[in-house]
């Protein structure tokens, strides 16, 4: 088997690692986490609104803190992750923390086979879609696993900044979807220290297949926001320009760096 039809297993191998190093690093900040600070950032928290009472499933959920934010907030939640690591350090949190949220090991693909229910609320945000090949399928599960009248909440960074190299100096990949991008990168977003050297199976997606998947399976979009920020320090060369606010040094204010999508299920 190559490498692209081999993606779930090389990157869910990239994940254990790197949720390993990620758990306590300053970047996700548990400590902090576990003393009451909400993980979410106010892109997400707008588009989300008042979630009390809401059933969410979030999709690639890392290990919970926006999971477990959205339940501190009045949601009852499921998370879901590829990362068999991740998912044991999200039921961790979880009991420390007394809440009831639920976290289900899966592929993306297979959480309307891993889960028999549906959900108010599909959130999913930051550094997600490029690990998965074909968002028609994705869009469907999100269909799936909406009540009619349930909302996808989507927050994510904007395929211009994949289209750079890791330094921001020149373009180095295509805007387009040309297939799957096969590397194996030193260290990790959180931790640039870190002792990992994994190889990794990613896509990249214009914004055109992201509102073409929604749109073919049965989603009416009813928002569209991009942003010239990010709202983590996740990427080289940068500068903060306002708190929790990080543009690439010389290209502040002209390139996107976020969107965010809100959709319904009709």
Not at 5 to 16: A, G, P, Q, V
Not at 236 to 254: H, R
């Amino acid at each position: 088997m190559n490498d692209q039809d081999n993606y779930k297993e090389i990157n869910k191998k990239l994940w254990n690692e790197k949720t390993k190093a990620h758990v306590d690093t300053e970047f996700y900040d548990n400590k902090g986490f576990l003393a009451g600070k909400n993980s979410l950032n106010p892109v997400e928290v707008n588009l989300l609104g008042d979630i009390k009472g809401k059933k969410i499933l979030h999709l690639q959920c890392h290990f919970g803190q926006d999971t477990l934010s959205m339940a501190r907030m009045g949601a009852q939640t499921t998370g879901l992750d590829l990362s068999d690591q991740a998912i044991d350090v999200a039921k961790n949190l979880n009991s420390q923390l007394g809440l009831n949220s639920e976290f289900i090991c899966s592929d993306v693909y297979d959480a309307p086979d891993s889960m028999n229910e549906q959900f108010d609320i599909v959130f999913t945000s930051y550094g997600t879609i490029g690990w998965l090949p074909d968002l028609d399928k994705w869009a469907a599960v999100i269909n799936r696993c909406l009540k009619p009248g349930g909302k996808l909440v989507f927050v994510e960074f904007h395929p211009v900044v994949w289209m750079f190299d890791y330094d921001f100096t020149k373009f180095n990949y295509s805007y387009f979807n040309d297939g799957a991008i096969i590397e194996t990168n030193e260290g990790t977003y959180a931790d640039r220290k870190a002792d990992i050297s994994t190889k990794e199976v990613s896509w990249n997606h214009p914004l055109s297949e992201v509102f073409q998947g929604l749109i073919k399976n049965n989603m009416s979009i009813e928002s569209f926001e991009e942003f010239d920020y990010s709202p983590y320090n996740c990427f080289k060369n940068t500068i903060e320009i306002e708190p929790s606010k990080f543009q690439i040094k010389g290209l502040q204010g002209i390139i996107p760096m976020l969107y965010a999508i809100t959709a319904v299920k009709k």
